[in-house]
């Protein structure tokens, strides 16, 4: 079983900072990505951050040298610490993860968390 649970998500005001988390359980074996994407009404799922198992990081422009995304491999949770939002980031934020379950797994395996809403008001 692999679980993904995220909080941190709300209302903020432009200019102000919110950091989401996400932490997953379960039986992970080696975590390969995680990584948050974000959907508004009537757009399509975005990535906004992602972190590679060799710490390698990467953001949307959008968010560059707003957003970053942290992991801490002990507590096997990603957060996502968002400054100067602006109306735009309003979304629902989708935490993600590749994963290999086991070390005999042959395949990386796909998880979802089940979305947290964050509103950022004028």
């Known amino acids: 079983q692999v679980q993904l649970v995220e909080s941190g998500g709300g209302l903020v005001q432009a200019g102000g900072s919110l950091r989401l988390s996400c932490a997953t359980s379960g039986s992970i074996f080696y975590t390969i990505t995680m990584g948050w994407y974000r959907q508004a009404p009537g757009k399509q799922r975005e990535l906004v951050a992602r972190v590679t198992s060799g710490d390698s990081s990467n953001y949307a422009d959008s968010v560059k040298g707003r957003f970053t995304i942290e992991k801490n491999n002990s507590k096997n949770t990603v957060y996502l610490q968002m400054n100067n939002r602006k109306p735009e980031d309003t979304a629902d934020y989708y935490c993600?993860?590749?994963?290999?379950?086991?070390?005999?797994?042959?395949?990386?395996?796909?998880?979802w968390g089940q979305g947290t809403q964050v509103t950022v008001s004028t």
């Open positions: 993600h993860v590749i994963i290999r379950r086991t070390a005999l797994a042959l395949f990386s395996s796909e998880y």
